[in-house]
């Protein structure tokens, strides 16, 4: 797909065993997936066991898929009371072994990949935005995040990830995916309070993306959850139309984690999305 044609869309409803609810992919550019590797940052409050079924679908094609836990979640441990947006793109530049990188972000890791591409433009070989958005915190929103920090601290996540377990997947795969569900909450009050209160004290301050994505030239496939309580469509089709070429995706009846709720249809959309782009040499 040439990055000077306009952006494209397409909608992937509930589909039958290896369906594919989206068109052939165009010839591929001259690029080589040899060598490269696919970043994949998880959300908040989560950890990298969060891209679980894509980090094994990608693998098992044969790529080197790194999906580390962030300063303060999972197995990391937090540092200081702020962690800036920033920050968490220093931590993960220092992780790559290769020059050059495809970045992958759901929520606040897309935001993660934003950042990444601000920083380090030269690194990022191509783009996957998960149910994220580019815009700035609103006034509002910051006392939110703050506040929510101030609670977690305060409190711990239980009630927290009782709260917001049926925003992150769907009322309905609360009920009809009960391993998804429990893997959700099992990430959420594994979280560390004091990572989870300075990861949303300094997202309440993260920048606006929008101009830095309007310079994107790289390969960019953006996903949502037609259902997400979080990053509603709007926020997938902004991405779209600042970033030339890109693709999107949209899952029908499904939240603010589809490569959970809907695994299957995010691992072919990701390895679609890659041999497109980023064939293997001959």
């Keep these: 797909m040439g990055l000077a044609r306009a952006a494209r869309q397409w909608v992937a409803a509930p589909p039958e065993p290896q369906r594919r609810d989206w068109p052939l992919p165009d010839p591929p550019p001259a690029r080589s997936v040899e060598g490269m590797e696919i970043l994949l940052i998880h959300g908040h409050p989560f950890d990298h066991t969060l891209w679980e079924p894509q980090a094994a679908a990608l ?35 220092a992780t790559l072994r290769t020059d050059r990188a495809i970045i992958g972000g759901v929520s606040m890791g897309g935001q993660i990949a934003m950042e990444f591409y601000r920083q380090y433009p ?33 409190e711990g996540m239980a009630g927290y990830a009782d709260e917001v377990l049926d925003k992150m997947i769907t009322p309905a795969h609360v009920e009809e995916l009960p391993e998804v569900a429990a893997h959700v909450r099992r990430m959420m ?15 309440a301050e993260r920048p606006d993306y929008q101009k830095d994505l309007s310079r994107v030239r790289v390969p960019t496939l953006i996903l949502v959850g037609a259902e997400d ?9 902004l991405i779209r139309d600042l970033i030339p ?9 499904t939240g603010h984690l589809p490569g959970l709720e809907r695994s299957a249809e995010v ?9 497109a782009h980023f064939p293997a040499p001959a």
């Design 122 to 154: 030269d690194r990022v070989a191509g783009l996957i935005l998960s149910d994220t958005s580019p815009v700035a915190e609103t006034e509002e929103g910051k006392k939110s995040r703050r506040d929510l920090a101030d609670r977690l601290l305060a």
């Design 229 to 237: 309580a979080y990053t509603p469509i709007a926020d997938a089709e």
């Design 267 to 275: 691992n072919a959309a990701l390895l679609t999305f890659v041999s």
């Design 189 to 203: 009050l594994a979280t560390s309070p004091r990572g989870a209160a300075a990861a949303l004290r300094g997202r």
């Design 245 to 253: 070429g890109s693709e999107l995706m949209i899952f029908e009846k």
């Design 59 to 93: 693998r098992a094609a044969g790529h080197d898929v790194i999906t580390p836990d962030l300063r303060g979640y999972g197995a990391a441990p937090p540092i200081g009371e702020i962690t800036y947006l920033s920050d968490f793109a220093a931590d993960l530049a």
